[in-house]
């Protein structure tokens, strides 16, 4: 009977699972429907964001999931400007594990959030690049059921702890042919991305020695 419960409160919270404001009611009710609630809230939440406080609060949350090393680069490096507990109580979930999606905006909007927006062009560029490859490497090491994803950075991010397996689950995966893109990086996440079904090119404007080795073993 406690199954079917559960399974009963899955269905009947993801029906919700757009409506923020009323699942995390729910979630306040007792442990289980906390548990069922924060998974279901926490599989795409960029998507139900709403105002400043909401998004402020959203990557509040995400930089205090970081690891010790990384808020201690953080705050040597002077990058953020929100108020961050850098808390070493662990928290109550690992609601990072719970996504399915990563948004291409997500820590670009970080940047904009929490970098101080006074700082010249290259001061921001070099922060936002600690920034983002700290996010990244949270992202990469936690989130095991990403099966879409937007390869909109300059990192190397199949070099990353975690990275074999993370990049194993994807089934789509969008490549934006920046500058920075080469054959070496195109190679690396051919390596490990096996199971690519659908493969987008994006701003492809320039020859790439290697795109087309990396489609055709990729897919």
């Known amino acids: 009977m406690s199954h079917l419960v559960e399974d009963c409160l899955r269905i009947i919270f993801t029906k919700l699972q757009y409506d923020s404001n009323s699942l995390y009611s729910c979630i306040l009710v007792n442990s289980l429907w906390c548990m069922i609630g924060v998974q279901i809230l926490w599989k795409n939440p960029y998507e139900t964001l709403n105002n400043r406080n909401q998004y402020n609060k959203f990557f509040n949350t995400i930089?205090?999931?970081?690891?010790?090393?990384?808020?201690?680069?953080?705050?040597?490096?002077?990058?953020?400007?929100?108020?961050?507990?850098?808390?070493?109580?662990?928290?109550?979930?690992?609601?990072?594990?719970?996504?399915?999606?990563?948004?291409?905006?997500?820590?670009?909007?970080?940047?904009?959030?929490?970098?101080?927006?006074?700082?010249?062009?290259?001061?921001?560029?070099?922060?936002?690049?600690?920034?983002?490859?700290?996010?990244?490497?949270?992202?990469?090491?936690?989130?095991?059921?990403?099966?879409?994803?937007?390869?909109?950075?300059?990192?190397?991010?199949?070099q990353y702890p975690g990275a074999s397996t993370f990049f194993s689950q994807l089934r789509t995966l969008d490549i934006e042919c920046n500058q920075s893109l080469d054959s070496e990086k195109l190679l690396g996440m051919a390596q490990i991305c096996q199971n690519i079904e659908i493969l987008k090119i994006w701003y492809y404007g320039r020859d790439i020695p290697g795109l087309i080795f990396y489609a055709q073993i990729s897919v």
Do not use: H, R
């Open 63 to 158: 930089i205090y999931l970081l690891p010790a090393s990384s808020k201690k680069l953080l705050n040597e490096n002077n990058v953020v400007t929100l108020s961050i507990p850098f808390s070493t109580n662990k928290p109550l979930f690992n609601y990072i594990s719970f996504s399915s999606k990563i948004s291409s905006e997500l820590i670009y909007n970080m940047g904009l959030a929490l970098i101080n927006e006074v700082l010249n062009s290259y001061e921001y560029q070099e922060k936002y690049k600690i920034l983002e490859q700290e996010i990244y490497k949270l992202l990469i090491s936690n989130c095991k059921n990403i099966t879409d994803f937007n390869w909109f950075t300059t990192l190397p991010l199949y």
